[in-house]
């Protein structure tokens, strides 16, 4: 069996700020990538698409723009004709405003952007499993919570928060990162008219993974087995004996999303999990490997990993995970059902949307995992806005809640009761003990009450690891977005 050590990418010494990179979307890879962040000349590279050596360079032209208010700025490389690239910019521009209408930005953040061939530049040409796009955070940075646990926050949110102490790890190219595919049949509203059955429109595309790129995302993953997902732990963090290639692991990172995960049935939290596979680190302080791929292996032969395959089948199981609001806003239900039931687990999508089948026809729609073609945004509003104004559209209360909750300041709560404490650059997280381990977790199901909705039924296909496929059925086709 052929594994992919990927695990991190670079290997740090211990006197170094740590971060944690995105890759392109077009790298196949959903791993981050550790990064020394102390150093002013270190920042995220997006996948060049191959235009330096000329390849879809038919224009690329670098275009600037900003919501009304100034506090989210966009720029943007567009390889397509003059009038798409203006299209593709508006309705970036008209994203942006739907987010500062809704989210108080203390200070601004920046999107870089990307509308490119992905068959010239990648050669990937796949017209019905296409991948339409992604949007990720650039970076995470590592703040230690009201709670004492260190987690990663997205870029875009260490800005909003206590974080003048670690401006100089920010990634200074942008804090989300956004690629997409000019291959895509795409409808612009300003292009005017309606919306063909096979077109997907953009502007419902970019507001769907532009709160990706906010950190409505886990970053539970296998990042031994990538391709063929095995179990599920947090981001490892390795650490290096200076001078040599010895490396061991540290500590297991969750993310500032994860930790108001909780499980339907028993309502423990993701974080106890991230607490008990930390145990790996407490247990193994003292060793050194060789390698990174010996420190795998180790990891491998572990309790601990006995409890991230335990996860795994939890998160392939309807109805068992979902995440727990904390904010002091008027919710009207306390909890968003997580997509947990595409089956097999697919990084980027499981766990990182709302149920499918719970949201259907609800305010929450826009962070469902699958949306048909033939839908714009405005119709979708429209159909589920119900018989008040809708004045926070497209996002539904649940969303504007998930945010509040990981710290964002909304204009109905513009003071979230967040507190974190910015690392120094030579700070060493030491593994958290668990004394009571154990490798079994409890699925549960949820139930309809905690999230205010009604389960339909209702069935759908298997999911891609791609941004979005089609899939061909009695109902038309349905793209799978992550």
Request: some cysteine; proline content about 4%; aromatic content about 10%.
């Amino acid at each position: 069996m052929l594994i992919n050590y990927y695990f991190v990418g670079l290997v740090l010494s211990l006197v170094n700020a740590q971060c944690f990179d995105s890759p392109s979307i077009l790298s196949g890879s959903h791993g981050l990538r550790q990064v020394n962040c102390s150093d002013p000349l270190t920042s995220i590279k997006a996948l060049n698409l191959g235009l330096d050596d000329g390849k879809d360079a038919r224009s690329q032209m670098p275009q600037q723009g900003k919501s009304k208010d100034g506090m989210i700025e966009v720029d943007l490389l567009c390889t397509s004709d003059e009038n798409t690239c203006k299209m593709v910019m508006d309705t970036f521009v008209t994203a942006s405003d739907y987010l500062t209408n809704i989210i108080k930005f203390v200070n601004p953040i920046k999107i870089q952007a990307k509308f490119v061939s992905f068959c010239l530049t990648a050669n990937d040409c796949d017209k019905v499993m296409q991948t339409l796009g992604k949007a990720q955070s650039t970076r995470y940075h590592k703040l230690r919570g009201d709670d004492g646990k260190v987690r990663l926050y997205p870029q875009a949110l260490a800005k909003q928060l206590n974080s003048a102490a670690i401006k100089h790890q920010f990634d200074t190219s942008g804090d989300i990162l956004a690629e997409f595919n000019s291959d895509a049949s795409f409808y612009f509203k300003s292009q005017g008219g309606q919306i063909s059955r096979t077109q997907s429109d953009f502007l419902l595309v970019i507001s769907h993974e532009l709160l990706h790129g906010l950190g409505f995302a886990t970053i539970y993953n296998d990042y031994l087995h990538e391709r063929a997902v095995q179990a599920l732990y947090p981001v490892p963090e390795l650490l290096s004996e200076v001078g040599t290639t010895k490396v061991r692991i540290n500590n297991f990172l969750e993310s500032i999303f994860d930790r108001y995960i909780v499980f339907s049935n028993s309502k423990k939290t993701l974080t106890s999990i991230t607490t008990k596979i930390n145990g790996y680190g407490r247990d193994n302080k003292d060793k050194l490997f060789r390698n990174q791929k010996e420190a795998a292996m180790d990891f491998i032969k572990s309790d601990q990993y006995k409890v991230a395959k335990s996860l795994l089948k939890t998160a392939q199981t309807e109805g068992s995970m979902e995440f727990v609001f904390n904010t002091t806003s008027n919710v009207p239900y306390k909890s968003l059902v997580l997509e947990t039931s595409i089956r097999p687990y697919t990084p980027a999508s499981s766990v990182s949307h709302v149920a499918m089948k719970n949201y259907q026809n609800t305010k929450e729609f826009l962070m469902r995992p699958a949306m048909t073609p033939g839908n714009s945004l405005a119709s979708l509003i429209a159909a589920n806005a119900g018989s008040g104004k809708w004045d926070t559209a497209p996002y539904g209360p649940g969303i504007i809640a998930m945010l509040e909750t990981i710290g964002y300041p909304t204009n109905q709560n513009p003071h979230p009761n967040v507190i974190t404490e910015p690392l120094s650059d030579d700070t060493i997280i030491d593994p958290e003990s668990d004394a009571d381990f154990d490798t079994d977790i409890d699925t549960g199901s949820s139930s309809s009450s905690s999230s205010g909705t009604k389960s339909k039924s209702g069935s759908f296909g298997y999911k891609s690891t791609k941004i979005s496929w089609a899939l061909l059925s009695s109902v038309g086709i349905i793209y799978y977005m992550i």
